[in-house]
């Protein structure tokens, strides 16, 4: 197969695809909302890797804009810098494009590429490092200044959510990553990511938040959530 892993060069899809948003916002309430994409069928994912691997290259564009907030997700929650973070995701895809005719199921393919980031962020990180970084080392923090129309309540809230996000473990902050990352991966695609079972994830979850809820109480910025 003659096309590129990621359409036009180097600075292609992919990477355009990266969610722009602060990646350390979690939010503990319902809020009105637009609809999170919904992941595409896995009879329609199937149909589109074998339509990839036969070369139609709109195939092939509509995986990497359904899965590239996947790949990225994994790549955050394994606090990769922004350089050697763009590096697997365009490795991922070119391990897809080498094994795109050899997939034994195709409708799965979002595991696929799952495990493949993650194996490609733990050789970034050391090859036989198997867990996430702990202790001090906490991720780069995004700049706080507010978007264009973004009012100071949402920045506040913005900045007390990134601070209690930073004091959580090391395996907290990957969950809650990935499952922030839109279209919403599946469980499967999530316990391929960490390499974690995939019965452990709801739980693990549900005790994140509650570590979460509790580092905002701590430091006295809970309220602003409830403004």
Same mark, same amino acid.
């Given at each position: 197969? #003659?096309?590129?892993?990621?359409? +036009? ?7 355009? #695809? ?18 999170? @994409? ?5 009879? *329609?994912?199937? *149909? ?8 139609? *290259? ?45 997939? *034994? ?20 990180? +050391? +090859? ?10 906490? @991720? ?43 279209? #919403?991966?599946?469980?499967?695609? $999530? #316990? ?6 995939? +019965?452990? $994830? ?26």
């Amino acid at each position: 197969m #003659s096309h590129s892993p990621v359409s +036009g060069g180097g600075n292609g899809s992919a990477e355009r #695809s990266a969610p722009r948003t602060n990646s350390a916002i979690v939010d503990l309430r319902p809020r009105s909302r637009p609809p999170a @994409p919904r992941r595409l069928p896995d009879e *329609h994912v199937a *149909h589109l890797v074998l339509a990839a691997a036969a070369g139609e *290259h709109a195939a092939w564009d509509a995986l990497v804009n359904e899965f590239s907030g996947l790949i990225w997700a994994v790549v955050r929650a394994h606090r990769l810098r922004d350089a050697d973070g763009g590096d697997v995701v365009q490795l991922t895809w070119l391990r897809l494009v080498e094994s795109l005719d050899r997939l *034994h199921d195709p409708a799965r393919v979002g595991a696929w590429l799952a495990t493949t980031a993650r194996r490609e962020c733990l050789r970034v990180l +050391g +090859g036989n490092q198997r867990q996430l970084l702990t202790g001090d080392q906490f @991720p780069e923090q995004e700049s706080p200044d507010p978007l264009p129309g973004e009012s100071l309540a949402r920045l506040e809230r913005n900045q007390a959510m990134s601070r209690g996000f930073s004091l959580l473990r090391a395996s907290d902050q990957a969950l809650l990553r990935l499952l922030m990352a839109e279209p #919403s991966p599946s469980y499967e695609e $999530i #316990s391929a990511a960490l390499d974690m079972p995939v +019965g452990s $994830i709801g739980p693990t979850r549900q005790r994140a938040l509650a570590r979460l809820r509790q580092a905002l109480e701590d430091q006295g910025t809970l309220t602003l959530l409830a403004d």
